[in-house]
């Protein structure tokens, strides 16, 4: 499937589910969903009626509030119902707003308590190295989640084992809960720091699909260190009022209203 | 108002006379309340990005030279996340750190799983020195930060940030490691903390039309616990009801037993999250599924009554 038309029908998707509940992660998660659509279909090996199976690519949405883009995605590739997206955060619901490992088909770790996600994928490179499956460890952080210490943990670790199997993509679309991170704490030169911390590093615009693609294939082709991909992204990418919302975007409300506006500009 | 409101007017009020109190935040600012005051006093407030470890032991720095520094986050994340920070740095060290859980147990509501915490108190209150606060209302915090700021020792503190709902009026006077005595009966004794103490009220209500009299008592000082207040009250009525929101295991039941088992062995139950997951949606379909309604204390409580 063309990506750019696979783009548009998650984004769709993820404000369908954000507009089941009426509020909810929007900018972070409209943010990543360039990334997933070039990743779930040209990358990830994944097969949606075995989300268990042990030789496949793994995903770990480190941001984990972005769960309704993951939702979306995951469904249109048939993991499961896209009935589903309509029960995002209902009592019982398999779609809570922060990923599970247990809860949904396709999810590969729970995150959500930020800065944990990126040493749980450090464990699952081990784990397919030492059980010799050759396969990829994805990592999807926040810029404002790399203010938490651990990230660096699992970073000098990633380097130091040579985990050559694991690419980190850190979703920069330079605003946090508070604001813009450079206000609220600078993290960058996030380049310079990755290098320095031993990764194959490249920074990119991450709603560009060829250059998603590109870099992708680039760090696969580099060997002995892991990977990180920086993508400048636009927080409620897709969507011109949330794209101007400003940092209130993080979170804020899909009415009826912006949900009916919403798909009349993701036509 | 908003508790957060209340919160930070009151902060704001006490932050002019006294210039040693100092905020940090965790991205969570906006969201907590405390961003007002960034403008009002710029050389206090600090906001360390999204770094709870970090922000603890900075603020261990800041007591150690004589500020009084309040941390905040949602309550799992500035406690459990960062609990040998706070077990090593502040209780051990004996820092004078106050620390702020928002939005506790099933007030998470859409946060979900990750964002949840029952047993935030359970971890803080085993640690040594400690004072643990869950908050009923906006009142009461508002006439609590004085007393808050003044206190000699570490304190966590855990409230709902965007509630509204009063229970006391104006005239309340709050005393730490008291319990309110809010109501004087014979059968049951019912002891309830923070926001439980809404639904506690309305159950003694329901049950004094069935006939059954209550003897209620407020805590919102789980610990130091006001062990007299509770075995005078469990001398009376033989039976003792603990209602929180929050495990069984190492809250508000677990003081209460712990007093009563050793100096008045009393038949007790308890209102609580009993070792379930946390898990994500409305309030009150969270409520009624952990069973913390005030038709479960009644429920609890009869039965309590009718096995004495
Ligand atoms: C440990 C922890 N602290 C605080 C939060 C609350 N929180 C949720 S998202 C967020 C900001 C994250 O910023 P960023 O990583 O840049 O996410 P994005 O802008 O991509 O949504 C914060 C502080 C959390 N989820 N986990």
Redo the contacts with the bound molecule.
């Keep these: 499937m063309d990506t750019v038309l696979f783009s548009k029908e998650i984004r769709r998707n993820t404000l369908r589910c954000l507009h089941s509940q009426g509020s909810g992660?929007v900018?972070?998660s409209l943010?990543i969903v360039d990334l997933l659509a070039v990743l779930y279909s040209r990358h990830m090996h994944v097969d949606p009626t075995n989300p268990k199976m042990d030789d496949r690519d793994k995903l770990v949405l480190s941001?984990g509030?972005?769960g309704p883009a993951l939702y979306a995605t995951l469904a249109l590739k048939g993991f499961f119902p896209l009935e589903w997206l309509d029960t995002l955060n209902k009592l019982g619901t398999r779609l809570p707003s922060h990923v599970n490992i247990n809860l949904t088909p396709g999810v590969d770790m729970t995150a959500?308590?930020?800065?944990q996600g990126f040493s749980c994928a450090c464990g699952l490179a081990i784990a397919d190295r030492v059980r010799g499956i050759n396969r990829y460890v994805y990592v999807i952080?926040?810029?404002?989640?790399l203010q938490?210490g651990q990230n660096w943990e699992a970073a000098m670790l990633a380097a130091d084992k040579h985990l050559d199997h694991m690419i980190v993509f850190v979703?920069s679309?330079k605003?946090?809960?508070d604001g813009y991170?450079r206000d609220v704490m600078d993290v960058e030169d996030l380049v310079a720091k990755f290098k320095a911390f031993g990764f194959d590093t490249q920074r990119i615009n991450g709603h560009d699909h060829k250059a998603i693609d590109d870099a992708i294939c680039r760090a696969k082709a580099v060997s002995g260190k892991p990977h990180c991909i920086i993508m400048d992204t636009i927080?409620g990418k897709g969507v011109s009022f949330y794209e101007t919302m400003g940092a209130g975007v993080?979170s804020t409300t899909v009415t009826d209203e912006q949900y009916a506006a919403a798909l009349e500009e993701l036509k | 108002m908003e508790l957060r409101k209340e919160y930070a007017g009151e902060l704001s009020r006490l932050m002019k006379q006294n210039d040693k109190i100092f905020i940090l935040d965790?991205?969570?600012a906006g969201a907590g309340g405390t961003k007002p005051l960034y403008a009002e006093f710029p050389d206090r407030c600090l906001n360390v990005g999204?770094a709870?470890a970090n922000m603890a032991c900075v603020a261990v720095g800041l007591a150690s030279c004589g500020f009084v520094p309040f941390i905040h986050?949602?309550a799992p994340?500035s406690t459990r996340?960062i609990f040998d920070q706070i077990a090593v740095s502040v209780s051990y060290s004996e820092q004078n750190v106050r620390i702020v859980g928002f939005d506790p147990g099933v007030h998470t509501t859409y946060n979900g799983g990750?964002?949840m915490t029952f047993e935030d108190m359970a971890c803080m209150r085993a640690l040594c020195n400690v004072a643990v606060l869950d908050i009923t209302d906006g009142v009461q915090l508002r006439k609590a930060l004085p007393y808050i700021v003044q206190h000699n020792g570490p304190m966590y503190m855990r409230f709902v940030r965007k509630q509204t709902d009063t229970l006391f009026g104006e005239d309340y006077v709050f005393r730490f490691g008291k319990a309110e005595h809010l109501r004087s009966g014979e059968d049951v004794t019912i002891v309830a903390s923070g926001t439980m103490l809404f639904d506690a009220v309305k159950a003694a209500e329901r049950l004094a039309v069935n006939g059954i009299s209550v003897d209620l008592l407020g805590i919102h000082t789980v610990k130091p616990l006001d062990e007299e207040a509770i075995l005078a009250s469990a001398r009376k009525t033989r039976c003792v009801l603990t209602v929180e929101n929050h495990s069984i295991h190492g809250g508000l039941y677990s003081a209460v037993t712990e007093v009563l088992s050793a100096k008045v062995p009393t038949l007790c139950d308890a209102v609580a999250v009993r070792d379930r997951l946390t898990q994500v949606g409305k309030l009150d379909d969270l409520k009624r599924d952990y069973g913390l309604t005030a038709d479960d204390i009644c429920r609890r409580a009869l039965a309590l009554v009718a096995s004495k």
């Design positions: 992660h900018g972070g943010s941001k509030h972005a959500g308590s930020l800065g952080t926040g810029e404002g989640e938490e979703d679309n605003m946090q809960i991170t927080k993080h | 965790a991205d969570l999204v709870e986050s949602f994340f996340r990750t964002h």
